[in-house]
C-alpha cells in the first residue's frame, strides 16, 4: 500500500546530519533562490516549470502527484 502525501517537513541528506529539523529545508530554499538568481521573470518560472516536471517524474506516483496538485491548490 502506497504511503499518504508527506506535508510535513521531509528534507534529508543520506549520510548527513544536521543540528536543527529545518536546516535542510533552509538549505534547499537557499539553492533554490540562487537557481533564480539574475533570471529575469519569465526564466524563473521556466526554471520553475522544468523543476516541477523533473521532480514529478522523480516521485512517478500519479496518486501522489494528485494528492500533491490538490493540496498544492488549497488555499488556507
Not at 538549505?27 to 533554490?32: D, K, V
Not at 522523480?58 to 490538490?70: F, K, M
Amino acid at each position: 500500500m502506497n504511503s499518504p502525501l508527506k506535508t510535513d517537513p521531509n528534507f534529508h541528506e543520506a549520510g548527513r546530519r544536521f543540528f536543527r529539523d529545518f536546516s535542510p529545508g533552509d538549505e534547499f530554499y537557499e539553492h533554490l533562490i540562487d537557481a533564480h538568481n539574475g533570471l529575469s521573470d519569465e526564466q524563473s518560472e521556466a526554471l520553475n516549470a522544468r523543476l516541477i516536471l523533473l521532480l514529478a517524474n522523480h516521485i512517478g506516483d500519479l496518486r501522489v502527484l494528485r494528492e500533491a496538485l490538490q493540496a498544492a491548490r488549497q488555499t488556507d
